[in-house]
Structure formats: structure tokens, C-alpha cells
């Protein structure tokens, strides 16, 4: 018996060997790249969903293609602009999978590309297809020529937002959400609390989409060379059909993408040079980054929902997340290398936990008591504990589109006493402490627990607003006025002195060279910390137990995550609303626009 089990464990350990070496084998391959051609063509599918920096994505990675980042097909564009093999770029597109701030960077990258006399083509079978196609036509207007394939549409149909509300719901099923918010632009709270849209809401709200919507008109107007009135209008005939768009001058060609490819290798030298195409990220990573001399500059880079303590970013977790120790922990490695000039903090965040917040703030603050400027970038969003984590930067720079601010607090439990009565279910506690029903699904508020709440609250909006106005260096009152939880697109940010500057990462590196008194035309040398892992790092991982340490860390923290875990699986029909209470700012089912914020 004994000598069977020992067989068995030989064939194990045979068969975790043979597997870790083919996949060694297979990341060697992988890992060892062609040389470019003489004449390039590049080659990207902008549907392709982007991460915000250059990291692992967990062990498929290994045996799939690694989604690709917004932070490398930028540098990739860069470096191009300057690789005298390269001739233009063709791409696809067609449904939005990136966000308002996103799609106005990849804009900006695709403009600088243009200015070093490349082409860039951008084909789509359809602007949108069934849904709206306000993102992905607002992206495609930053090429030179613009292709739609016959029969596609363009459905550049405009702004629109949808809220949903959930309170008459709740009331039907004796649920009863106890919600304080500090203050009356803190909305992610009302989808749970509210029938309808506050005033606040609806204002701020109109307010959002309108900027957005004069943003995206006056980028296709430039793009295109239309009046935005023209634009305007087509937007109102929309969906247009292809012969429609055509005439619109909203089109260059009708055609399929196998001709658009064949136009941009025509233009790229003719057939007798022979010009091949090679993906995006594929040629990056052959030719490169445009990033690797001159003065150091750190990358770190926050994205997802604000969490206390913890790390992310590991092999068994390919969700994007934003650890408050794991962010800390760059920074104290920025601090400590003589190198690093400076640091850029990439913030693309709708908040969370204001402890986590707190403590990226703190290392932000202590990174420039330590002689390393600090400038944030903000992506898509940076709302509440996003907006926290940057208001002691040396310089804050968003996207016109950045949804940002959000200078507020919530709070509150969902009291399910109501849902246990009417499914005949009785509760019974023991307390001790005047306050220990604090959190407890099972019982409403007691008038000291209540003052306790507000006190909690009241604290924290206190400590955001003057961290605020110490920050931004404004006037306290100022700063009262235009918290009130609400959210503003960077654009509006800007004019209330709450950001410093509009761009993306271009824009970001001259706040850098500034702050850290480099010359405003040196090379900067970025890197990215903490270093995400390479393939054959992970596979090693195997070895030395962090792997299997990680797996049974996250299985761990899956398996016992509950909600209103007093009342178990009799409560399982509101926990999705629950966890949805606990991520969203608000939801804006307009197009391409959503403002996911955390209300902590």
C-alpha cells in the first residue's frame, strides 16, 4: 500500500514538474521576439478593454494574450512617433470599452502621433451597432481618415442618463435603509433611499452630462473640420445610416477593413516597399519604451475601489484594485531609492474606505516631506477617497472628462427587521454597550447610536474639507461651498481650482519636470513600481509557496465575505443592492459615461 501511494506521489510531482517546465518553455517562446520590419504598419483593436498600467493579469496571462494598458499603447505611440520605420497606423473600433477620460488620452496620443507626419486610419463595421456610439466615433474623430463598413451606422445619438431607484422595492419587502450623507450632492445613497432623483441630483447631473456633451461635439468638430452646429444636428438625425454619414462628412470611405489595411500599406510606400503590419503593443514591446534615460520618475499607479490595508495585483486576482498598504509600500520604495526625481501617482479611483485613503494620503504627504514631488494623473475618475488620496500632490492634472471631486461622506445600514417579520422569522438579541447594535441589520438606529453615526460622519467631511483647502490652498469657505459631495468633470474642476491642469500623461510629465526643476525638454526615465512580475517570476512562484499562499489567501477572503450576515441565506435577495451600496457614487447609464464612486 505504502508503495502505490509513493507511486502516486512520484507521478504527481513528475506531472507539476513536466507542467511548470512547458510552461517555462512556452514563456521563452513567447518571451523571444521578432525584429521589426523595414516599413511598418501598425495595427490595434481600440475595443480591446485597457487596464491603466503595464502588470501581470494572473496566470491565464501565461497562456493568453495579457490585456494591454492604457500607459502602453501611449508609450508605444510615442516611441513610434520617433521610429523612422514606422509609417502610420490603422486601427479598429466600433462599441465604447473605455471611459470619457481614457478615450480623451488615446485621443491625445493618436494627435501627437499625427503631428510627426504619420497616418492613422480607424475603421468600425458600425459607430455603436444597437447601443450608443458617442465614445467610440468620439475617438475615431481624432484620425485622419475615419472608414465605416456598408450597411454599419454611425450613432453618435448624444447624452443620456438613466438612474434606477430602489426604494419603492425595498419598502415592499421591509428592508429600510437608515442613510446619512454629508452633503447634498452625495448621491450614491438615493438609487437605495430615494423614489426619484433629488433636486441636488438632477442639477448635478444635468450639469455632468451637459459638459460632457460639449466636450464630445466640439472634439468631433475639431477633428472632422465641422461647425459644431453641424455636428450638433447630425447628432440629432442620428442613427445615421452609412450614406448619411458619408455626406455628413462624418465618414471619409465606405468599405471593409481588408481595404482600409490595404490603403494604409498603399500609403505607407506602395506595394513595391512591401510595409507589414505589427500589433500596437507587440511593436512596443519590440522597439520598446520612449522612456528610458534621462532623470528617474516613479510610476505608481492606484486603480478600483480604495480597500484598507491588504495587497492586490496577484496571480489569483485579476480584478483591479487600489490596496492602501500595497499603494504605501511604492511609495516608501520611491522614498528610499537616491534615484527617483520624483513620483507620478496615476489615480483612476471612485474611492472607498477613507482609512485606505488616508493612508495613501499620508504617503503621498510623507513622499514630499522627503524631497520627491508628487503629481497626480487622473483617469476616468477620481471621486471621494480618489480625490482624497491627491489633494496634498504638489500638482493634480486631469482629463477635461475626469469625473472628480466628490467631496463627501455617507454612511447608514439596511435595517431587514421588516423582511424578517414578514417571512416569519424572529430575532432575538443580547447586547451589552449602549451602542453595540451599531451595525446590526436586526434593529434601527437608537437615538445614541444615531448621534454616534452623525458624529462619525460629520468628522470625516470635516477632515476632507480642510485637507482640501490646506491642499489646494483655498479658502475654507470656498472649499464648503463646492464639496458638498459633488462630482464635477475635470473640465469644472479645473475652473474651481481643484485640479491644476487638463491632459493626460503628457501633460502630467511637464508638471512633473516643473516640480522636480528638470529642464521642460529632458528625457525622463520612467518606472513603474512596485515592478509587476514577469511570467517566469510567477511560474517560480509555484516553487517557493507564495502561489499557493495567495490562492488560499483569496479563496479564503471569497469564501467568507457576507453581508448582513446576521440573517444568512434568508437575506440573500438584497445583497446585491447591498454590495452595490457600498461601490457606487451613482450610476449614469448615459453613454460611455458612469460615475461608479465610492461614498465613504
Given at each position: 500500500?505504502?508503495?502505490?501511494?509513493?507511486?502516486?506521489?512520484?507521478?504527481?510531482?513528475?506531472?507539476?514538474?513536466?507542467?511548470?517546465?512547458?510552461?517555462?518553455?512556452?514563456?521563452?517562446?513567447?518571451?523571444?521576439?521578432?525584429?521589426?520590419?523595414?516599413?511598418?504598419?501598425?495595427?490595434?483593436?481600440?475595443?480591446?478593454?485597457?487596464?491603466?498600467a503595464?502588470?501581470?493579469?494572473?496566470?491565464?496571462?501565461?497562456?493568453?494574450?495579457?490585456?494591454?494598458?492604457?500607459?502602453?499603447?501611449?508609450?508605444?505611440?510615442e516611441?513610434?512617433?520617433?521610429?523612422?520605420k514606422?509609417?502610420?497606423?490603422?486601427?479598429?473600433?466600433?462599441?465604447?470599452?473605455?471611459?470619457?477620460?481614457?478615450?480623451?488620452?488615446?485621443?491625445?496620443?493618436?494627435?501627437?502621433?499625427?503631428?510627426?507626419?504619420?497616418?492613422?486610419?480607424?475603421?468600425?463595421?458600425?459607430?455603436?451597432?444597437?447601443?450608443?456610439?458617442?465614445?467610440?466615433?468620439?475617438?475615431?474623430?481624432?484620425?485622419?481618415?475615419?472608414?465605416?463598413?456598408?450597411?454599419?451606422?454611425?450613432g453618435?445619438?448624444?447624452?443620456?442618463?438613466?438612474?434606477?431607484?430602489?426604494?419603492?422595492?425595498?419598502?415592499?419587502?421591509?428592508?429600510?435603509?437608515?442613510?446619512?450623507?454629508?452633503?447634498?450632492?452625495?448621491?450614491?445613497?438615493?438609487?437605495?433611499?430615494?423614489?426619484?432623483?433629488?433636486?441636488?441630483?438632477?442639477?448635478?447631473?444635468?450639469?455632468?452630462?451637459?459638459?460632457?456633451?460639449?466636450?464630445?461635439?466640439?472634439?468631433?468638430?475639431?477633428?472632422?473640420?465641422?461647425?459644431?452646429?453641424?455636428?450638433?444636428?447630425?447628432?440629432?438625425?442620428?442613427?445615421?445610416?452609412?450614406?448619411?454619414?458619408?455626406?455628413?462628412?462624418?465618414?471619409?470611405?465606405?468599405?471593409?477593413?481588408?481595404?482600409?489595411?490595404?490603403?494604409?500599406?498603399?500609403?505607407?510606400?506602395g506595394?513595391?516597399?512591401?510595409?507589414?503590419?505589427?500589433?500596437?503593443?507587440?511593436?512596443?514591446?519590440?522597439?520598446?519604451?520612449?522612456?528610458?534615460?534621462?532623470?528617474?520618475?516613479?510610476?505608481?499607479?492606484?486603480?478600483?475601489?480604495?480597500?484598507?490595508?491588504?495587497?492586490?495585483?496577484?496571480?489569483?486576482?485579476?480584478?483591479?484594485?487600489?490596496?492602501?498598504?500595497?499603494?504605501?509600500?511604492a511609495?516608501?520604495?520611491?522614498?528610499?531609492?537616491?534615484?527617483?526625481?520624483?513620483?507620478?501617482?496615476?489615480v483612476?479611483?471612485?474611492?472607498?474606505?477613507?482609512?485606505?485613503?488616508?493612508?495613501?494620503?499620508?504617503?503621498?504627504?510623507?513622499?514630499?516631506?522627503?524631497?520627491?514631488?508628487?503629481?497626480?494623473?487622473?483617469?476616468d475618475?477620481a471621486?471621494?477617497?480618489?480625490?482624497?488620496?491627491?489633494?496634498?500632490?504638489?500638482?493634480?492634472?486631469?482629463?477635461?472628462?475626469?469625473?472628480?471631486?466628490?467631496?463627501?461622506?455617507?454612511?447608514?445600514?439596511?435595517?431587514?427587521?421588516?423582511?424578517?417579520?414578514k417571512?416569519?422569522?424572529?430575532?432575538?438579541?443580547?447586547?451589552?454597550?449602549?451602542?453595540?447594535?451599531?451595525?446590526s441589520?436586526?434593529?434601527?438606529?437608537?437615538?445614541?447610536?444615531?448621534?454616534?453615526?452623525?458624529?462619525?460622519?460629520?468628522?470625516?467631511?470635516?477632515?476632507?474639507?480642510?485637507?482640501?483647502?490646506?491642499?489646494?490652498?483655498?479658502?475654507?469657505?470656498?472649499?464648503?461651498?463646492?464639496?458638498?459631495?459633488?462630482?464635477y468633470?475635470?473640465?469644472?474642476?479645473?475652473?474651481?481650482?481643484?485640479v491644476?491642469?487638463?491632459?493626460?500623461?503628457?501633460?502630467?510629465?511637464?508638471?512633473?519636470?516643473?516640480?522636480?526643476?528638470?529642464?521642460?525638454?529632458?528625457?525622463?526615465?520612467?518606472?513603474?513600481?512596485?515592478?509587476?512580475?514577469?511570467?517566469?517570476?510567477?511560474?517560480l512562484?509555484?516553487?517557493?509557496?507564495?502561489?499557493?499562499?495567495?490562492?488560499?489567501?483569496?479563496?479564503?477572503?471569497?469564501?467568507?465575505?457576507?453581508?448582513?450576515?446576521?440573517?444568512?441565506?434568508?437575506?440573500?435577495?438584497?445583497?446585491?443592492?447591498?454590495?452595490?451600496?457600498?461601490?457606487?457614487?451613482q450610476?449614469?447609464?448615459?453613454?460611455?459615461?458612469?460615475?461608479?464612486?465610492?461614498?465613504?
Amino acid at each position: 500500500m505504502r508503495f502505490i501511494v509513493r507511486l502516486f506521489a512520484l507521478i504527481g510531482l513528475f506531472g507539476v514538474l513536466l507542467t511548470a517546465g512547458l510552461i517555462l518553455l512556452a514563456i521563452k517562446a513567447k518571451d523571444k521576439q521578432p525584429t521589426l520590419p523595414q516599413s511598418v504598419v501598425l495595427e490595434f483593436n481600440f475595443e480591446r478593454p485597457l487596464a491603466e498600467a503595464p502588470g501581470e493579469d494572473g496566470w491565464s496571462s501565461l497562456l493568453t494574450s495579457r490585456r494591454g494598458s492604457v500607459r502602453e499603447v501611449i508609450d508605444a505611440l510615442e516611441q513610434a512617433g520617433r521610429d523612422p520605420k514606422v509609417k502610420g497606423l490603422v486601427a479598429k473600433v466600433g462599441n465604447a470599452s473605455q471611459g470619457i477620460g481614457t478615450t480623451q488620452e488615446l485621443r491625445d496620443a493618436i494627435a501627437r502621433f499625427r503631428a510627426t507626419g504619420r497616418f492613422a486610419y480607424i475603421h468600425a463595421e458600425s459607430y455603436g451597432d444597437a447601443g450608443s456610439g458617442m465614445t467610440p466615433y468620439y475617438l475615431a474623430s481624432a484620425f485622419d481618415q475615419v472608414w465605416l463598413q456598408p450597411v454599419g451606422t454611425v450613432g453618435i445619438t448624444g447624452i443620456a442618463v438613466t438612474q434606477t431607484f430602489f426604494r419603492g422595492a425595498l419598502d415592499s419587502i421591509g428592508v429600510q435603509p437608515q442613510i446619512s450623507k454629508r452633503a447634498d450632492y452625495k448621491t450614491a445613497a438615493e438609487m437605495f433611499a430615494e423614489k426619484q432623483a433629488t433636486p441636488a441630483n438632477r442639477e448635478m447631473t444635468e450639469s455632468l452630462a451637459g459638459d460632457i456633451y460639449d466636450q464630445m461635439v466640439l472634439g468631433i468638430a475639431d477633428g472632422r473640420h465641422l461647425n459644431p452646429d453641424a455636428v450638433k444636428a447630425a447628432i440629432d438625425h442620428a442613427p445615421l445610416l452609412d450614406s448619411e454619414a458619408l455626406a455628413s462628412k462624418l465618414v471619409d470611405k465606405l468599405g471593409y477593413f481588408d481595404e482600409v489595411e490595404a490603403a494604409a500599406k498603399e500609403r505607407a510606400g506602395g506595394k513595391a516597399a512591401g510595409a507589414d503590419t505589427v500589433d500596437l503593443l507587440t511593436y512596443g514591446k519590440i522597439a520598446g519604451s520612449a522612456y528610458t534615460q534621462g532623470p528617474t520618475v516613479a510610476l505608481i499607479v492606484g486603480e478600483g475601489e480604495i480597500v484598507r490595508g491588504g495587497k492586490d495585483g496577484g496571480a489569483f486576482n485579476d480584478e483591479p484594485s487600489f490596496a492602501a498598504n500595497r499603494i504605501a509600500d511604492a511609495f516608501d520604495t520611491a522614498i528610499e531609492q537616491s534615484n527617483v526625481k520624483a513620483i507620478l501617482f496615476r489615480v483612476n479611483s471612485p474611492g472607498g474606505s477613507p482609512v485606505g485613503s488616508e493612508t495613501v494620503r499620508h504617503a503621498v504627504d510623507r513622499a514630499r516631506k522627503a524631497g520627491k514631488p508628487v503629481v497626480i494623473s487622473m483617469g476616468d475618475v477620481a471621486g471621494s477617497g480618489g480625490y482624497w488620496v491627491a489633494m496634498d500632490a504638489d500638482r493634480i492634472v486631469a482629463l477635461p472628462g475626469t469625473l472628480t471631486g466628490s467631496i463627501g461622506v455617507l454612511g447608514g445600514k439596511f435595517v431587514a427587521k421588516g423582511l424578517a417579520d414578514k417571512l416569519g422569522v424572529g430575532v432575538d438579541q443580547v447586547t451589552r454597550g449602549a451602542n453595540a447594535t451599531i451595525w446590526s441589520p436586526a434593529s434601527p438606529y437608537t437615538d445614541s447610536e444615531a448621534a454616534r453615526q452623525d458624529a462619525m460622519l460629520d468628522a470625516i467631511y470635516a477632515q476632507f474639507t480642510e485637507g482640501v483647502a490646506k491642499g489646494r490652498k483655498l479658502d475654507i469657505d470656498k472649499v464648503r461651498e463646492l464639496a458638498k459631495g459633488r462630482v464635477y468633470t475635470g473640465r469644472q474642476a479645473k475652473d474651481l481650482g481643484l485640479v491644476d491642469a487638463l491632459g493626460g500623461y503628457d501633460i502630467a510629465l511637464q508638471q512633473v519636470r516643473q516640480v522636480a526643476g528638470i529642464p521642460g525638454n529632458a528625457d525622463l526615465h520612467i518606472v513603474q513600481f512596485p515592478r509587476p512580475k514577469s511570467g517566469y517570476e510567477m511560474v517560480l512562484d509555484l516553487f517557493n509557496g507564495k502561489a499557493a499562499a495567495e490562492m488560499a489567501s483569496v479563496a479564503q477572503a471569497r469564501g467568507a465575505e457576507k453581508v448582513l450576515a446576521d440573517y444568512g441565506p434568508l437575506l440573500d435577495m438584497v445583497q446585491p443592492m447591498v454590495r452595490a451600496a457600498k461601490r457606487q457614487e451613482q450610476v449614469l447609464m448615459m453613454p460611455d459615461l458612469s460615475v461608479n464612486g465610492a461614498a465613504r
